[in-house]
């Protein structure tokens, strides 16, 4: 995770690592006296360095999510025997 490991070296808040039936994620531990602008300052903290951390890795966001897309287009067409979506793809669709 690391973007956790990012976060948590920035120092401005801290969050921790959970996991769900096998499924990684992030978790902030709110209590009865957080306020919605608490959330808004951690929601902002993690945008910020996520983007950071892609655009380190030379990609947006928008490019990021696209080829995630892409890959779970071609992994769920190539489960289907599905060659139309395939070639779909290498026209940049």
Same mark, same amino acid.
């Given at each position: 995770?690391?973007? $956790?490991?990012?976060?948590?070296? +920035? /120092?401005?808040?801290?969050?921790?690592? /959970?996991?769900?039936? %096998?499924? #990684?994620?992030?978790?902030?531990?709110? *209590?009865?006296?957080?306020?919605?602008? +608490?959330?808004?300052?951690?929601? #902002?903290? @993690?945008?910020? $360095? !996520?983007?950071? $951390?892609?655009? &380190?890795? &030379? $990609? =947006?966001?928008?490019?990021?999510?696209?080829? @995630?897309?892409?890959?779970?287009?071609? =992994? +769920? *067409?190539?489960?289907? %025997? +599905?060659?139309? !979506?395939? !070639? !779909?793809? %290498?026209? %940049?669709?």
């Amino acid at each position: 995770m690391e973007l $956790l490991t990012k976060i948590n070296e +920035d /120092g401005r808040i801290h969050l921790m690592p /959970g996991e769900c039936k %096998g499924v #990684s994620f992030i978790r902030y531990v709110c *209590s009865t006296r957080t306020e919605p602008e +608490d959330v808004e300052v951690v929601w #902002s903290v @993690i945008v910020e $360095l !996520a983007n950071k $951390l892609l655009n &380190s890795q &030379s $990609l =947006s966001i928008f490019a990021a999510f696209r080829k @995630i897309m892409k890959e779970l287009v071609r =992994s +769920d *067409s190539q489960k289907r %025997g +599905d060659q139309r !979506a395939i !070639a !779909a793809e %290498g026209d %940049g669709a």
